[in-house]
Nanobody, 115 residues
């Protein structure tokens, strides 16, 4: 069993920044890759950024150059640094991992970009 808890969301003006955190607990030794996803109202949940256990990353085209995913294995935490935020980044952000055939999701954190 793995538990994921996100934090760091909030309301920010366009052009602003936020840093999301995803803290993992439980059978964390089994965790390899982790990802950040987002779901805007009325839209599908999509992958935003992904990081492997060894630090390899990839990003959705819409966030490349603005978002950075990182992880602190000592703290069992993954971060998503979001800069130059746009109104279209407004969504609930979730972290996810897969252990064996079981996927785990956090509860989500709301990010709202608005003036």
């Amino acid at each position: 069993q793995v538990q994921l808890v996100e934090s760091g969301g909030g309301l920010v003006q366009p052009g602003g920044s936020l840093r999301l955190s995803c803290a993992a607990s439980g059978s964390i030794f089994s965790i390899n890759a982790m990802g950040w996803y987002r779901q805007a109202p009325g839209k599908l949940r999509i992958l935003v950024a992904h990081i492997t256990k060894f630090g390899s990353t990839n990003y959705a085209d819409s966030v490349k150059g603005r978002f950075t995913i990182s992880r602190d294995n000592a703290k069992n935490t993954v971060y998503l640094q979001m800069n130059s935020l746009k109104p279209e980044d407004t969504a609930v952000y979730y972290c996810r991992t897969v252990v064996g055939s079981q996927e785990y999701w956090g509860q989500g954190t709301q990010v709202t970009v608005s003036s």
